[in-house]
């Protein structure tokens, strides 16, 4: 006689346990008060300070222990520097791509047309630190910038939580404990991987308050800048919220399609992590639960260990659409005509300036003074027009960058074979419930 089975169905939890919902009424209940209680509501800041800081906390030795436990358990370190090699590869592409769609949808669009600003009228006080953090970059170089990478000492590294230097360390120690292998080898990954899970477990109590996280940022957003704020750059800010939608649903949805996968699922899938983003205007909030989830979606852990911390450097999609959006906006804003050299210029300097951007003290405003200061037909004091809306900019651009480097992972996972392709479908479709808030 044959025996019938049947799918256990899934178990639904009531919808205000879901911290998708209640970071979205944290997100209305923010806007609510900063428009009714403006003075309160700044003072709400708080809230997303400290959440930041318990993030920030714990992602540092998280990144560590995922990328060694990785690498270490991958057990063919050719396979790993393979990862690594196809992971820059494709980050570079993407970057090329990203920079050329800011530069189209600035000429179409031309949103700096008819704003006729006298350079003169501008306070050159109002960019502050953010033009001599520009020059010290710019006069460093790409030599300086690969030195940074290279930790001063491990614990320094960690303590500072630069992503980047944890990262080089922990490729360093992972291959360096592949390579001892046996009963020792053996003896610090088990110590390193029990490790993991505590931190993980750590993270998920975490989560928990992202909810007033997100309260304290858009309580705080709305009362400071108010709902109008935007009026003045309207059409700046708009079309790049436009172009991020069209580069993550054409560029990366086409991308996804073509290794099997839905970019609409995808994004459901990921949409507590981006709703955080979206209110916090900071990616590194979720950086520990999206390692977490691409591994429960089929990604090998080694390649989410090596492809996220990396592109939270390397690969800033939407962070380089901005990039070439606002210099040619600060162009058409100054009336300076910019020459097909111009162009070529502005796209070479933002290849690299775009690099390493993550981290930096006002990343986007020194890495943007960074440009103008070596494009020298576009006066760099036109910096001073976006400052006053590259809070509501960050928003979208934090979004744009959490998304890119998520489909950079499954897209290198797809093209070394590490992506369990029916597990993927399961968890999009919603068959297999993720709960990253369990640890």
Request: aromatic residues 8%.
């Amino acid at each position: 006689m044959a025996t019938i089975t049947t799918a256990a169905p899934v178990t639904r939890k009531p919808i205000y346990t879901s911290l998708f919902a209640q970071v979205l009424v944290a997100l209305l209940l923010g806007i609510v008060l900063g428009m009714a209680v403006p003075d309160f509501a700044i003072s709400l800041k708080i809230l997303s300070d400290a959440f930041l800081k318990l993030i920030t906390m714990i992602v540092a030795p998280i990144v560590f222990c995922v990328v060694v436990h990785g690498i270490a358990g991958a057990g063919d370190l050719k396979k790993v520097g393979r990862v690594g090699v196809k992971a820059l590869v494709y980050f570079e592409v993407m970057t090329t791509i990203a920079l050329v769609v800011g530069l189209l949808l600035a000429f179409i669009f031309g949103p700096g047309h008819g704003m006729n600003i006298d350079t003169s009228s501008l306070d050159a006080r109002a960019l502050g630190s953010f033009a001599d953090r520009a020059k010290n970059l710019k006069g460093e170089g790409v030599g300086a910038f690969l030195l940074n990478i290279i930790p001063t000492t491990s614990f320094d590294a960690l303590s500072r939580n630069d992503v980047l230097q944890v990262l080089f360390f922990a490729i360093i120690f992972g291959v360096s404990l592949a390579l001892v292998g046996g009963e020792k080898g053996e003896k610090v990954a088990s110590f390193i991987d029990a490790v993991s899970t505590v931190l993980f477990r750590a993270m998920g109590l975490i989560v928990r308050v992202a909810p007033l996280g997100v309260l304290g940022a858009v309580a705080y957003t709305v009362g400071k800048y108010g709902v109008g704020s935007l009026k003045q750059l309207i059409s700046l800010v708009a079309l790049f919220y436009v172009s991020v939608a069209i580069f993550v649903l054409g560029v990366l949805g086409g991308v996804m399609a073509f290794c099997g996968l839905n970019i609409f699922k995808f994004l459901g899938y990921l949409r507590e992590e981006l709703t955080i983003v979206l209110a916090t205007a900071s990616s590194d909030a979720v950086l520990p639960q999206v390692m977490r989830k691409l591994e429960r979606l089929g990604v090998k852990d080694s390649v989410v260990g090596l492809v996220i911390p990396t592109g939270y450097s390397f690969n800033l999609d939407a962070f380089s659409i901005y990039l070439t959006l606002a210099v040619v906006f600060i162009a058409q804003a100054t009336n300076v005509p910019l020459s097909f050299g111009d162009l070529l210029l502005v796209l070479g300097i933002s290849l690299i300036t775009s690099k390493g951007a993550h981290g930096v003290p006002g990343s986007a405003i020194v890495i943007l003074a960074a440009t103008l200061n070596a494009v020298p037909s576009i006066p760099a004091i036109g910096l001073v027009l976006v400052l006053s809306v590259d809070w509501f900019i960050g928003m979208a651009r934090a979004l744009g960058n959490l998304i890119g480097n998520c489909v950079a992972t499954v897209v290198v996972a797809a093209w070394e074979g590490d992506l369990d392709y029916a597990k993927a479908q399961e968890v999009l479709d919603g068959a297999e419930v993720v709960d990253v808030t369990a640890g």
